[in-house]
């Protein structure tokens, strides 16, 4: 395996594969492989808890934006569902509508 191998990791020019080069690789082998941004939420909410797109947006480092968007995919599917009491978002202080997995 080349120093070019991995897209992600810059050429160097005394670059010798050793220890750092083996952690890298097992952590990415133990890493879930998600198809899509939806799965990947799921994924995260399989404790059961409720959730804010807010919370979700932090926890998988995304943008609020594009997390309102999945969960609207995800609540169109039935995959998701949003409780009927709001809850308290941990990220803004607001009342918010709480989402669960269905």
């Known amino acids: 395996m080349g120093i070019m191998s991995n897209p ?17 690789e097992a952590f990415e082998a133990n890493q879930p492989r ?22 979700l947006a932090r926890d998988l480092n995304i943008s609020t934006s594009t ?4 969960v609207n995919e995800l609540l169109r599917r039935g995959k998701l569902r949003e409780v009927p009491d709001r809850v308290l978002c941990s990220i803004t202080g607001n009342r918010v509508r709480g989402l669960i997995a269905a």
Do not use: K, N, W
């Open 34 to 55: 998600f198809r899509t941004m939806g799965d990947r939420i799921l994924h995260h909410m399989r404790d059961g808890g409720i959730y804010t797109r807010g919370e």
């Open 67 to 70: 997390m309102s968007g999945r």
């Open 8 to 24: 992600f990791r810059r050429a160097q020019p005394d670059y010798e594969p050793g220890v750092r080069d083996t952690s890298v």
